[in-house]
């Protein structure tokens, strides 16, 4: 069942009538539950669209809606194209696997465990190993509001620096990630790459992900020009931030790429 919420953007229409991608509600658990495995097996299919696969390196997480301390996330060694809701997993902060067949990803676990536990609040974490994301992260800095895109993370991502280049495999790394996560949707790690995490749904958290993936890679070409480039002002980047960089807006750029993959690849529902 899905209905119109509270109005929470000016890209909602004021007509009546139109057709317009319109947020979920739900008559049960179980049908949320559904919906996220859906949404999640969809935001792996787009990583794999996006070219943000490396190898086995890459997880995506999003908290189960009945048992809090549960999340669902990628089969380890599967490729991003090949997930779908009957090969997700279902893991606790523990990094037990309670549902599924294949392994857990022990650097999603450390991380992706240590973020939703930290923070109740978050519902879902994306991280992939990035051609300009990995690039940016080498440089320890974060993006400048060189565009209306770039905008959209002013202030509202930071740089990790702790544990910097080291596997992330062990407790410490996934707490120092998880301690940078207190109210921001992205961060940099250096020398290891982009993270983002949302406190409204997997297709928001998906979507940032491969926009901030945009924005190193736009920053980097830019600064190859060897040209200094104009600064968004920042009353004028907070103001796009919060105009088009929220939550919600997030979630809605993420229907057309849910609806194209919906459309040409049925078998994530599998």
Not at 180 to 206: C, E, W
Not at 241 to 268: K, N
Request: net charge negative.
């Amino acid at each position: 069942m899905i209905e119109l919420g509270q109005r929470v953007s000016v890209y909602q229409p004021e007509q009546e009538g139109l057709e317009f991608p319109r947020e979920p509600v739900f008559d049960t658990v179980a049908e949320e539950r559904l919906h996220r495995k859906q949404r999640l097996a969809a935001a792996c299919r787009a990583f794999a669209q996006h070219s943000l696969d490396y190898g086995f390196a890459g997880h995506l997480t999003v908290r189960d809606p009945e048992h809090s301390e549960l999340y669902w996330t990628n089969p380890m060694a599967v490729h991003f194209s090949q997930v779908k809701v009957s090969n997700l997993i279902l893991a606790n902060h523990q990094g037990d696997v309670l549902e599924g067949s294949h392994a857990l990803n022990r650097a999603g676990f450390v991380l992706h465990a240590a973020v939703h536990a930290a923070h109740p609040d978050i519902v879902a974490m994306c991280h992939a190993h990035t051609l300009y994301g990995v690039a940016w992260a080498s440089m320890g800095r974060p993006l400048d509001p060189i565009t209306q895109d770039a905008a959209c993370f002013f202030e509202d991502h930071v740089v990790i620096r702790d544990e910097a280049g080291a596997v992330a495999v062990e407790t410490d790394a996934g707490n120092q990630v998880a301690a940078a996560f207190r109210g921001v949707k992205a961060a940099i790690h250096q020398n290891h790459g982009l993270l983002t995490a949302s406190r409204h749904s997997i297709d928001s958290a998906a979507f940032w992900f491969i926009a901030l993936e945009r924005c190193c890679q736009q920053q980097l070409l830019v600064e190859a020009t060897g040209r200094q480039p104009v600064m968004v002002p920042p009353e004028r980047a907070r103001y796009s931030r919060e105009h088009v960089g929220s939550e919600y807006i997030g979630w809605l750029h993420f229907q057309p790429l849910f609806s194209q993959l919906a459309e040409t690849q049925p078998d994530l529902f599998d």
